[in-house]
């Protein structure tokens, strides 16, 4: 595993040292050495989103190389939120372009919630022609209540299975909280616990 940390309150330009506020990126490799090109230019290209975030934001970009795909997942944790998105090619720097594409379009769609809590500017840079505005409404058609039972993680997952959903609530009977879990996309299962 690699692992490599691009935090520092300075980045080289013109070959002189300039403060300026970024956000702290972590990279890790998992069943890959990353070549320094391939760091340069993540933190290269995560330095589009500083505008946006500033330095008390922080990224987290994990490469994964598989025998046929190589995927880049990248998460950026800023005052409560979460903004993620993974993406899967053969080339790693493609995937790395797709998913950084891939949470531009977040934003782009959730632009007027976010412009209260965050400085506009990157937001227009990444402009789809495919978006609508009426996509930025958000409409409940259904609400459920149901009883939510004390289960284990695993004793809730064969529970959804049964329903045939892809996630499930449910009181964790270790800390009593209500956890949820997940299918993910490469079929495996996710926990969400409260923190």
Not at 87 to 110: C, F, H, P, T, V
Not at 166 to 184: A, G, L, S, T
Request: some cysteine; overall charge positive; glycine content about 4%.
């Amino acid at each position: 595993m690699c692992y490599y940390e691009v935090g520092s309150k300075y980045r080289l330009k013109y070959k002189s040292f300039e403060r300026i506020d970024i956000m702290q990126v972590t990279i890790t490799g998992r069943k890959v050495h990353l070549r320094d090109d391939f760091k340069e230019l993540v933190d290269k290209k995560l330095s589009k989103f500083d505008r946006i975030f500033g330095e008390d934001a922080v990224a987290e970009v994990t490469v994964t190389v598989e025998k046929w795909e190589q995927r880049v997942e990248i998460t950026i944790r800023h005052k409560g939120k979460v903004y993620r998105a993974e993406s899967n090619a053969q080339d790693m720097y493609e995937s790395l372009d797709n998913a950084l594409n891939a949470i531009g379009r977040q934003m782009r769609k959730n632009k007027s919630k976010l412009d209260r809590q965050l400085r506009t500017g990157l937001l227009e840079h990444y402009a789809y022609d495919d978006f609508d505005e009426a996509e930025n409404r958000y409409e409940i058609v259904r609400s459920k209540k149901f009883i939510v039972k004390p289960l284990t993680a695993e004793e809730a997952i064969v529970e959804m299975n049964l329903i045939g959903h892809q996630f499930y609530m449910f009181r964790n009977v270790d800390d009593n909280e209500i956890n949820v879990v997940y299918k993910r996309k490469d079929g495996k299962y996710g926990l969400l616990q409260p923190e």
